[in-house]
T-cell receptor
Framework: QKEVEQDPGPLSVPEGAIVSLNCTYS??????FMWYRQYSRKGPELLMY????GNKEDGRFTAQVDKSSKYISLFIRDSQPSDSATYLC??????????FGTGTRLKVLA | GAVVSQHPSWVICKSGTSVKIECRSL??????MFWYRQFPKQSLMLMAT?????????EQGVEKDKFLINHASLTLSTLTVTSAHPEDSSFYIC????????????????FGAGSRLTVL
């Protein structure tokens, strides 16, 4: 079993839809949870960062962490074609190395 | 915000030659930088952790003599792919952790734009 599981997609949604992206993990020691967006042939860029459990909102993006279920989510409201990218979840124990999910490819159709 | 510059963004080389990729933190100091490799439609695979002023720590299965890492200053780490072969063709990405984020208790990595290596 991988430490971090993420559905690779692709996930196709119409413009304006609410997108839900998820990751599950097995290591209960993870404390830091991140979501990165990666456009084709580019490096990942940080979208959301959460320490421990709870919700965090930034514009159209909301990140949720449920440590009891070992489950994290990223919601994108009013999705736009420019949101089409691969979304990677990442998590770490303390300041140790990140463990990445495989990434979910999202396509927002105009 | 923190910016990491990676150069070159793409490189083509002949089999048997060596290629150097640079990773610079532009507006912050990074005691630790990370080098990843990414295959098409796959996630990031950590290759090694580069520590300023000391030897890099390589992940299991990564040949340290093949992938030479040097972190000579707080703003620069280099990855040299030695005697490159077609199977080394990949997308290499570096990342750095801002020392200021560590002091604040955060753990945020900033990534470079990546370097696409094609070995003929």
């Amino acid at each position: 079993q991988k430490e971090v599981e993420q559905d690779p997609g692709p996930l196709s949604v119409p413009e304006g839809a609410i997108v839900s992206l998820n990751c599950t993990y097995s290591n209960s020691a993870f404390q830091y949870f991140m979501w990165y967006r990666q456009y084709s042939r580019k490096g990942p860029e940080l979208l959301m960062y959460t320490y421990s459990s709870g919700n965090k909102e930034d514009g159209r993006f909301t990140a949720q962490v449920d440590k009891s279920s070992k489950y994290i989510s990223l919601f994108i409201r009013d999705s736009q074609p420019s949101d089409s990218a691969t979304y990677l979840c990442a998590m770490s124990v303390g300041t140790y190395k990140y463990i990445f999910g495989t990434g979910t490819r999202l396509k927002v159709l105009a | 915000g923190a910016v990491v510059s990676q150069h070159p963004s793409w490189v083509i080389c002949k089999s048997g030659t060596s290629v150097k990729i640079e990773c610079r933190s532009l507006d912050f100091q990074a005691t630790t930088m990370f080098w990843y490799r990414q295959f098409p439609k796959q996630s990031l695979m950590l290759m090694a952790t580069s520590n300023e002023g000391s030897k890099a720590t390589y992940e299991q299965g990564v040949e340290k003599d093949k992938f030479l890492i040097n972190h000579a200053s707080l703003t620069l780490s280099t990855l040299t792919v030695t005697s490159a072969h077609p199977e080394d063709s990949s997308f290499y990405i570096c990342s750095a952790r801002d020392r200021r984020s560590l002091r604040s208790g955060a753990n945020v990595l900033t990534f470079g734009a990546g370097s696409r290596l094609t070995v003929l």
